[in-house]
C-alpha cells in the first residue's frame, strides 16, 4: 500500500529556516509530487509542485524563499523554507500523484496525501 510520510515540522522563529522530508514508501511516484498547507479555519493551499524531472511550480506567497525538490533514487521530496514569516503557520502535507507528470497545483490533480507535519513560525 503506498504511503507518504512527512517529518521535519516544528517551531521556528520568524526569518528562519526549515526543511521538509516526504518519503514515500509502498510504490515509486515519477510523477507530480508537491507541498499544500492548510491553516486552522482556512482552506489547504498549493505551496509547491515538482515534475519528475525536476519542473518546479510556486505559489506566489512563497516564490523565492521556498525551494521544491526530489531524490528520485530515495522516493523522497524535500520543502526547503527559509526566510520563513508567522502566516507560514501552518499544517504542511505532501501530496502525489499517479496520472499528472508536471507540476499542478490543484489539489484535485493528487490522488496520494501524507498526514500532514506541523510548522509554527513565531514572531
Known amino acids: 500500500q503506498a504511503q507518504l510520510v512527512e517529518s521535519g515540522g516544528g517551531l521556528v522563529q520568524a526569518g528562519g529556516s526549515l526543511r521538509l522530508a516526504c518519503a514515500a514508501s509502498?510504490?515509486?511516484?515519477?510523477?507530480?509530487m508537491g507541498w499544500f498547507r492548510q491553516a486552522p479555519g482556512k482552506e489547504r493551499e498549493f505551496v509547491a509542485a515538482i515534475s519528475g524531472s525536476g519542473s518546479t511550480l510556486y505559489a506566489d506567497s512563497v516564490k523565492g524563499r521556498f525551494t521544491i525538490s526530489r531524490d528520485n533514487a530515495k522516493n523522497t521530496v524535500y520543502l526547503q523554507m527559509n526566510n520563513v514569516k508567522p502566516e507560514d503557520t501552518a499544517s504542511y502535507y505532501c501530496a502525489a500523484s499517479s496520472v499528472y507528470y508536471s507540476p499542478r497545483y490543484t489539489r484535485g490533480d493528487y490522488d496520494y496525501w501524507g498526514q500532514g507535519t506541523q510548522v509554527t513560525v513565531s514572531s
Open positions: 509502498g510504490r515509486t511516484f515519477s510523477g507530480a
